[in-house]
């Protein structure tokens, strides 16, 4: 089974933990963001309690079945700016599915999601072996896709009108980094060129 180490996984500017129950209200407050929900959930959003919110937060701090990692982003400062993710991990076949959101808009486009992506990055290839790391975006939602570019992901394909929003269909994105590429863009990186 997988479980995060008792080593920080850290970078330049942010570092991961895992889910604290005291920043339940920072958390409960993203989970309640409209924009946010547009972003990264294919769930239609809803405004949930927080009674409701404290069950389900509680749920994802007890799950331990392996396959699925929940973690805190957090700046240089200890700030909580976001949370990342690693779910349908495989240790049989090497491979997982990745996301992060910088929840805090204070940090949006100043390096923090390429850090903490480039962290997530190195955990799932060298730490948990992985082969294969996949990601989806919806093609509306830019910024990912250009941050898993960034990052040396493939696209792969589209799932059309996968998703409903505001009366209209829009596609989700098929990404995936293989081991291979993901070292040999590593090494170019720091090789300086």
Known sequence: MIVLEKAVLAGER???TPLQI?????HFEWNN????????????????????????FERMLRADDGTTMD????????T??????????????????????????NYWGKGYGRDALTVLLEYCFDTLNMHRVSTTTFEYNDAWRRLVK????????????????????YDMELFGLVETAYRYRKMHQQAGL
């Open 14 to 16: 942010v570092r991961f």
């Open 22 to 26: 005291e920043n339940i209200y920072r």
């Open 33 to 56: 963001d409209k924009e946010l929900n547009r972003l990264d959930s294919e769930l239609p959003y809803e405004e949930e309690s927080f009674g409701e919110f404290k069950l389900r």
């Open 71 to 78: 973690l805190e982003i957090h700046a240089e400062d200890g």
């Open 80 to 105: 909580l700016i976001g949370v990342a993710y690693l779910t349908n991990i495989s240790e049989y076949h090497r491979r997982c599915t990745a996301g992060i959101t910088i929840g805090d808009r």
């Open 150 to 169: 960034w990052a040396g992901f493939e696209f792969e394909g589209r799932v059309t009108d996968y998703l409903l929003r505001d009366g209209q269909y």
